[in-house]
């Protein structure tokens, strides 16, 4: 009897696999399942992301001024090769240059040392030419001599240049990003004259004294607390 009912159960479990294996579902049926590819997603440490964040404000700060300065330059040259004499070209670029003097002087001054020297990077960036090398090129070697010996002693190197694959490699995110859509972006460039500039500089001053100030009541209630805690 035993041996009869071990027969009926293989028996069963034979007809029940062959039936299921019979039974596949199609790969265009809606209830198939399919392989997708994906990228990789990148994880970034706790660094890399501080940087970026870092970077990220700045560039979307300065980045505006290095796409114009690349649209000014292309102007520029394709204004200038109607111009055959060089003397004229000359007197063009002197023209060109002192215009953009006036117009973007204060907002270079308003930067902050790191902003100024990404600003430099990223017009390297979109002209492919350094401020040392456009210096030279519209102003004269001697003049760019001077900007760059100048620029030394605020801690800016007119011929510093922009490397994506390297040190830039965060900034390049970045700007991937701003450029995909990720960051949100305006390419709107504001300038800043004289008055405005003195009143940026009263408010820094006012936030500087302020800080400061903070800090030393800060210094003082710890002076207190632990003189408080050894009675």
Request: hydrophobic content about 30%.
């Amino acid at each position: 009897m035993n041996t009869l009912k071990t027969h009926i159960l293989i028996f069963f479990v034979l007809i029940a696999s062959s039936g299921f294996s019979q039974f596949v579902i199609p790969s265009d049926h809606p209830d198939s399942l399919k392989m997708y590819e994906s990228n990789p997603v990148p994880i970034y440490s706790k660094d890399y992301m501080k940087q970026y964040k870092r970077y990220k404000r700045m560039i979307v700060k300065v980045y505006p001024y290095a796409l114009y300065a690349s649209d000014v330059l292309y102007e520029l040259e394709e204004d200038s090769d109607e111009i055959n004499k060089k003397r004229k070209k000359k007197k063009f670029y002197k023209k060109a240059y002192q215009s953009l003097k006036e117009d973007f002087k204060y907002v270079f001054l308003n930067l902050y040392t790191s902003e100024g020297k990404m600003l430099m990077k990223l017009v390297h960036r979109e002209t492919g030419m350094s401020v040392h090398q456009i210096a030279s090129k519209y102003r004269g070697k001697k003049n760019a001599t001077v900007f760059n010996v100048m620029g030394k002693i605020w801690d800016q190197d007119t011929k510093i240049s922009y490397d994506p694959k390297g040190e830039d490699k965060i900034a390049e995110h970045v700007i991937q990003d701003i450029e995909s859509g990720i960051i949100p972006f305006k390419d709107e460039v504001v300038r800043v004259d004289k008055e405005q500039y003195k009143e940026n500089q009263k408010a820094y001053k006012k936030r500087v004294k302020e800080n400061k100030k903070r800090i030393r009541e800060n210094r003082k209630k710890c002076k207190k607390k632990k003189k408080a805690d050894k009675k």
